[in-house]
C-alpha cells in the first residue's frame, strides 16, 4: 500500500507511542511549543500546507481567520478533526488512523495551541469500529504521557450518512442533531454559536492534520521538497474499481494521474475516472494531468480527497451514472427542493434507461435537471451532481444516445463504491454491503425494490 515517498503511512503500522517517538515523533509539537502561534503559522503558510479533506484551503489562512472571527465576533474558538470520511472511494483517513495515529493527535495538539481552540471534537462515523478504537488507545497514551491539550480533546461518533462529513452538519451532529448543513460556514458561527457570540470552528480533514507535525519538526523547505510550487507536499491517494492492485498509496503531488492508476494501481483499457462523487468525469486524455489541486481543476476536475474509482471499458456508462447519482440522490437531506427532487429525478431517469424504456427526450430532461439541481443549494453536494453528469453525457453522449435507441436492458450490477475496508495484504475491496437497500428517507428497506424491478424486466 505504500511507495518509496511515504511521509504519513509508515512502512508498518505504529503500535505504540513509544514506537512514535523512535521514528521521530514529537519533534513536531515541541517545535510548535518555541514558534508560538503566529510562527507555527508562518511555517505552514512557507510550507504551503493545503487541505486535504476536499477543497485544498490553505491550513494556515484557515487557523488565522477562526482566531480573527474570535477577536472580533466573540466567543471560543473550536477545533473540529473531520473523520467521517464519507466519500465514495475514499479509504485514507481510516488508514492513516489505524496506522500512524499519532501524527494526527500531535497535529491536534499543536492546532489547539496555534488556534486558542477550547477543545478539539474528533467526528468520526460510529461504525469505523477498527479506527475508533486505535484512535482511544493512541488518545489514552498521549493523555497519560501528558502531552499538552491531550485532555481537551474527545471523540464524537457519528451518524453513517454522507453529509456527516460536510463540515457544518458536522457541528449539527456534534451538538445532537441529524447530519443537515447549515446556511452559515463554521468559521463564521461555529458551535453553538448565538447571535453574540460567534464561537468560530476550524474544521480540518484527518490527513491536513496528520501532516502538520512532519513540517515544524523538518521545515517548510523539507515539505517543499516533494510536490509542486501550488501544491507542495505529498498526499494519500485510494484508488478501487478495475484495478489490479486497489489500495492507498502516498505519492508526492504533481505525479500524473496516469502512473498513479496504471503504473501503480494496474489499471487497464481506462473508460472514466471519478475522484468521488464531487468532480466532473476524467478520461482517457487527462490521464496525463499532474495529481495537483490547480491543474486538476484547470483539467476541468479536481483533486477532491484523494479518492479514485476506475472503471474500465467494459463498464457501461449508463451503469456508472446510474450507480453514482443513486447515492447522490439518497443522501442529499431535502434541505433545498432543487436538490432532492433534482437528484432523484436524474436517477429515475438513468434507471429508465437502464430498463431500456427510455426516450431521447429523457437525456435531455437529464441535462435540464442537472442544471437546476443547485439552485438555493446549501452545501456543496448538489454541485458535484451537476459536475458529474454534465462532464459524462458531454463525454459520452454518443453512447448514451446509443442506449436509449437500442432500447433493451443494460447492466445494472455495479456496488457503490463506498469502502468499507481494504485488505492491506491481499489490497481486497469490501464495499458497504447493504447501500443497495438505503432508500431516499435514509432508511434501509428489507429489499431492493429497484433491483428487483429491472431483475423482473429481465425475467420477462
Ligand atoms: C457532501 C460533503 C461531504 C464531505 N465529506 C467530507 C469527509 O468525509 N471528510 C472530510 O475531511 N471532508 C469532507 N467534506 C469537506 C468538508 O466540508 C471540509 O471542507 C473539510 O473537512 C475541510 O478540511 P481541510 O481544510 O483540512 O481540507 C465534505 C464536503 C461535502 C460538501
Ligand atoms: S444542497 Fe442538498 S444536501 Fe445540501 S443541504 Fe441542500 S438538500 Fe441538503
Not at 246 to 261: A, K, N
Not at 278 to 283: D, F, L, P
Request: hydrophobic residues 40%; aromatic residues 6%.
Amino acid at each position: 500500500m505504500h511507495s518509496d515517498t511515504d511521509r504519513l503511512l509508515p512502512a508498518s503500522p505504529i503500535t505504540s507511542l513509544a514506537d512514535h517517538f523512535a521514528a521521530g515523533g514529537g519533534r513536531g509539537l515541541a517545535r510548535a511549543q518555541e514558534l508560538g502561534p503566529a510562527g507555527v503559522c508562518e511555517v505552514l503558510d512557507a510550507a504551503g500546507l493545503r487541505g486535504r479533506g476536499g477543497a485544498g484551503f490553505p491550513t494556515a489562512r484557515k487557523w488565522r481567520g477562526v482566531a480573527a472571527t474570535a477577536r472580533t465576533g466573540g466567543g471560543e474558538v473550536t477545533l473540529v478533526v473531520n473523520a467521517a470520511e464519507g466519500e465514495p472511494g475514499t479509504y485514507k483517513d481510516r488508514t492513516l488512523i489505524t496506522d500512524q495515529p499519532y501524527a494526527l493527535l500531535e497535529g491536534i495538539c499543536i492546532a489547539l495551541a496555534t488556534t486558542g481552540a477550547a477543545t478539539a471534537h474528533i467526528g468520526i462515523k460510529e461504525k469505523f469500529v477498527t479506527p475508533v478504537q486505535r484512535l482511544s488507545e493512541a488518545l489514552a497514551e498521549v493523555r497519560e504521557a501528558g502531552w499538552p491539550h491531550a485532555d481537551r480533546i474527545d471523540l464524537v461518533n457519528g451518524p453513517d450518512a454522507y453529509l456527516f462529513g460536510e463540515e457544518s452538519a458536522m457541528l449539527e451532529v456534534i451538538e445532537g442533531n441529524l447530519p443537515l448543513p447549515r446556511i452559515v460556514k463554521p468559521f463564521e458561527a461555529g458551535l453553538q454559536a448565538t447571535t453574540a457570540t460567534a464561537n468560530p470552528t476550524v474544521v480540518n480533514n484527518v490527513e491536513t492534520l496528520s501532516h502538520v507535525p512532519a513540517i515544524l519538526a523538518n521545515g517548510a523547505d523539507w515539505f517543499r521538497e516533494a510536490g509542486t510550487e501550488d501544491s507542495p507536499g505529498t498526499m494519500v491517494f485510494t484508488v478501487v474499481g478495475d484495478v489490479a492492485s486497489p489500495g492507498v498509496y502516498e505519492l508526492s503531488l504533481g505525479t500524473p494521474l496516469r502512473t498513479l492508476l496504471e503504473d501503480i494501481a494496474g489499471a487497464t483499457e481506462i473508460k472514466a475516472v471519478y475522484g468521488g462523487v464531487s468532480n466532473a468525469v476524467i478520461t482517457e486524455e487527462l490521464l496525463d494531468t499532474p495529481l495537483c489541486f490547480d491543474a486538476m481543476q484547470q483539467a476541468g476536475s479536481g483533486l477532491g480527497s484523494g479518492g479514485f474509482i476506475v472503471y474500465d471499458t467494459s463498464r457501461s456508462i449508463v451503469d456508472v451514472m446510474s450507480v453514482l447519482l443513486n447515492f447522490l440522490a439518497v443522501e442529499s437531506c431535502g434541505q433545498c427542493n432543487a436538490c432532492k427532487l433534482g437528484n432523484t429525478a436524474m436517477a429515475e431517469l438513468l434507471a429508465k434507461v437502464q430498463r431500456g424504456e427510455a426516450q431521447q427526450t429523457d437525456l435531455e430532461s437529464l441535462l435540464r435537471w442537472s442544471q437546476t439541481v443547485t439552485d438555493s443549494n446549501r452545501c456543496y453536494l448538489p454541485v458535484g451532481s451537476q459536475l458529474l453528469v454534465g462532464s459524462t453525457v458531454q463525454a459520452f453522449v454518443d453512447e448514451l444516445v446509443d442506449t436509449v435507441d437500442a432500447g433493451v436492458p443494460t447492466p445494472a450490477d455495479l456496488p457503490t463504491p463506498l469502502i468499507e475496508h481494504i485488505d492491506e495484504d491481499s489490497g481486497e475491496v469490501t464495499y458497504h454491503e447493504r447501500y443497495h437497500l438505503k432508500q431516499l428517507d435514509w432508511s434501509y428497506a428489507d429489499e431492493d425494490p429497484g433491483k428487483l424491478r429491472l431483475e423482473g424486466l429481465r425475467d420477462g
